[in-house]
C-alpha cells in the first residue's frame, strides 16, 4: 500500500542518515505498516541488547527501545509476538518492561521451558491459534500422534495433516483420511469422501461412500477388490438401483440391475420406466429375452402414448387458459390507465388502503416517517421476503403481479413442450415399428396440435417494454386528487410488473431442429 510503501522510504532514508541515532523513529516505520513488523522490532531490541551500541548522546539502549515499542504496541499484543518467537529472553524482557503480574506468565513460561522442543513450540503456537505451524511441530512428536489428531479435527487441517503424513502405508495417514473421509460424509460430500477413503486403503468406508454418492462404477470396483459374495453383490445392486432411479437415472439403474443383479426381466422394466424404448428393445433381443417384447415393451408403448395423450390435452388446457387471462389481466390495466388520464378512476378498497399507509409520507412529518418505514423495511425478516417474492408469483386472481404468474407460467409450458419432442418422436417411432400405427397417428396429431397451439398462443404473449408513465410525484401537485394519485400510483407499479426480469426476458421459442414427426403419419392422416 501507499502507507508501506512510504514507511519503508523514510526507514532506508533513517538508516542511511545513522541507524543507531535515529532507532526510535526506524521503529516506528515499521509500527505503522499496514501489516505492523513487530517481530522485526523485538529482532532489532534483543539485538541492541546482545550487542549495545557505542554511547553517544543520541544512543538508543534495548530498554529505551522496548518502553518506545510499548507506547506504540499494545503490550499483550507485543507479548504474543515475542513468545512466537520461541525467545523466552525476549519474552521476559517484554514481560518485565510491561506492567503484567509475573504470577500471570511465569508459571506458563516455566511449565513452557521444561517440554521438548518440537512440543513445546507446538503449545506455544496452538496458544498463538497459529493451528497450522502447531500441526507442523506436533508432527514431530511421534508419540503425541492422539493430540495431533484430535487438533486435525477440531481445525479442520486434513489437507494439510495428510500432506505432512504423505506416506500412505502409514497407519498415521490412514487415521487422518478416515477422519477426513468421515468428516466429508457428515456435510453431505460423499463423493469426495470416497475419492479420499479410497485413495489410503479404507476400501469398505469408501464403498460406503461412494454408495451414498450414488458413485455406482466406483462401489462394484471396490467391491470386486473386496471380494464380496454374490449375494452381497446382488443385495448392493438393488439397494443402489432403487437410489439411481430415485434419481431418474434410469439408464444407470438398468445397467447395474442387469450386469451386477443377472436382473434382466427387472431392468427391462426400468428402461421402460425411464422412457428408453429402443434400449429397452435391444437389451431384451441382446440377452435373448424376446418374450419380454411381447410381455413388458409392448404393454409399456400402449401405456406410455395414453399418458403423453393425456398431458397434451392438461398442458394445452393450461396454456390457452392462462393466455387467455392474461389478455383480460392486461386490458383491465389498459383500462385502468386511460381512466385515470380521463380523471374518472375510482380507487378499490385495497388501493384506497395503500393511499391511506403511503400518505404519512408525504406530509409534514416526512424525514420521521420515512426512517420509521427504513427501519421496518430493514427489520424484515428473510422469511417475509421469500413469501413477498412468492406472492408475485401468484395465478390468484386480481393478485398485484397476476399477469407475471401468467408469463412464468407460459414460459414453462413452453420449456416443457420443446423437451417432449425427443420423448414424442422417440415414442411414435416404436410405438410404428411394432405395429400401433394408429395409436402412434393420434399420438403424432396430438402433439402437432399441441405444437401449433404454443407457437400460435406465444406470439402476442410477449410484448416490448411500455411507454413510461407519469410517477405519483409527477402527477401530484395542486390540481390533483386522491384518485388521480391512486392511479398514478397503480400505474407505476404496472411498470414495475413490466420489469420483472421474467416478464421482460426473451420470449421462449420451440425448437425447430428436432425431427420428431413421422411423415408416413402426416400423410395417412
Known amino acids: 500500500s501507499k502507507v508501506d510503501r512510504v ?3 523514510i526507514r532506508q532514508a533513517l538508516v542511511d542518515a545513522g541507524e543507531s541515532k535515529y532507532m526510535l523513529s526506524i521503529i516506528t516505520t515499521h509500527v505503522k505498516k499496514s501489516r505492523p513488523e513487530l517481530e522485526t522490532v523485538l529482532e532489532k531490541v534483543k539485538h541492541l541488547k546482545e550487542h549495545p551500541p557505542p554511547s553517544t548522546p543520541h544512543t538508543v539502549t534495548a530498554e529505551e527501545a522496548l518502553r518506545y515499542s510499548l507506547l506504540l504496541v499494545d503490550v499483550n499484543e507485543l507479548f504474543d509476538v515475542a513468545l512466537g518467537t520461541y525467545d523466552f529472553s525476549l519474552v521476559l524482557m517484554v514481560a518485565e518492561k510491561s506492567q503484567k503480574d509475573p504470577k500471570e506468565y511465569l ?3 516455566n511449565e513452557l521451558r521444561q517440554l521438548p522442543k518440537s512440543y513445546q513450540r507446538y503449545r506455544i503456537d496452538k496458544f498463538l491459534r497459529r493451528y497450522s505451524r502447531a500441526l507442523k511441530n506436533i508432527s514431530q512428536c511421534p508419540d503425541r500422534f492422539e493430540e495431533c489428531l484430535q487438533l486435525v479435527c477440531e481445525h479442520l487441517l486434513f489437507a494439510e495433516a495428510l500432506s505432512i503424513f504423505g506416506d500412505r502405508a502409514t497407519p498415521q495417514h490412514k487415521a487422518i483420511a478416515r477422519a477426513y473421509g468421515q468428516h466429508l460424509t457428515e456435510n453431505g460430500q460423499h463423493r469426495e469422501a470416497g475419492i479420499i477413503l479410497a485413495q489410503c486403503g479404507c476400501l469398505q468406508e469408501a464403498l460406503a461412500a461412494y454408495e451414498k454418492a450414488s458413485c455406482w462404477q466406483q462401489v462394484f470396483s471396490l467391491s ?9 453383490r446382488v443385495a448392493l445392486a438393488r439397494r443402489l438401483a432403487g437410489s439411481l432411479k430415485s434419481q431418474k437415472r434410469h439408464a444407470a439403474a438398468a445397467t447395474v440391475l442387469r450386469d451386477y443383479a443377472q436382473d434382466v426381466e427387472e431392468a427391462e422394466v426400468v428402461l421402460l420406466e425411464g422412457g ?3 434400449e429397452a428393445e435391444r437389451i431384451a433381443y441382446l440377452h435373448g429375452r424376446a418374450d419380454l417384447i411381447e410381455t413388458h415393451l409392448s404393454p409399456g408403448l400402449l401405456e406410455a402414448q395414453q399418458a403423453q395423450l393425456a398431458l397434451f ?5 393450461t396454456f390457452t387458459r392462462h393466455v387467455s387471462r392474461l389478455a383480460v389481466v392486461r386490458e383491465e390495466k389498459r ?3 386511460e381512466a385515470m388520464l380521463d380523471g374518472t378512476y375510482a380507487a378499490d378498497e385495497k388501493e384506497a388502503d395503500l393511499f391511506s399507509e403511503t400518505s404519512s409520507v408525504t406530509g409534514h412529518s416526512t424525514t420521521s416517517t420515512r426512517s420509521s418505514l427504513a427501519s421496518k423495511m430493514s427489520g424484515r425478516s428473510s422469511k417475509n421476503r421469500r413469501k413477498s417474492e412468492r406472492k408475485k408469483h401468484s395465478l390468484r386472481e386480481g393478485s398485484a403481479f397476476e399477469d407475471v404468474a401468467l408469463l412464468d407460467s407460459i414460459r414453462e ?10 420423448e414424442v418422436g422417440s415414442l411414435l417411432g416404436m ?9 402412434a397417428g393420434r399420438l403424432q396429431a396430438g402433439f402437432g396440435a399441441l405444437v401449433d397451439c404454443v407457437r400460435q398462443g406465444t406470439t402476442g404473449v410477449w410484448q416490448p417494454a411500455a411507454p413510461e408513465t407519469h410517477t405519483p410525484q409527477e402527477v401530484a401537485g395542486p390540481g390533483s386528487t386522491v384518485n388521480s394519485i391512486l392511479a398514478a400510483m397503480a400505474a407505476s407499479r404496472s411498470a414495475h410488473t413490466a420489469n420483472e426480469p421474467s416478464a421482460m426476458a426473451t420470449a421462449p421459442k420451440l425448437r425447430d431442429t428436432v425431427q420428431w414427426k413421422l411423415e408416413h403419419l402426416s400423410s395417412a392422416c
Not at 313 to 317: G, I, K, V, W
Request: aromatic share 6%; proline share 2%; charged share 25%.
Open 7 to 9: 514507511c519503508d522510504a
Open 107 to 109: 508459571p506458563f513460561l
Open 224 to 232: 470386486a477388490q473386496l471380494k464380496h459374495s454374490t449375494a452381497d
Open 276 to 278: 428408453l424404448w429402443e
Open 313 to 317: 390435452e392438461t398442458l394445452q388446457s
Open 335 to 337: 383500462r385502468k390507465h
Open 413 to 422: 409450458i413452453v420449456g416443457t413442450v420443446d423437451k417432449l419432442q425427443e
Open 431 to 439: 410405438l410404428v415399428q411394432h405395429g400401433f400405427s394408429a395409436e
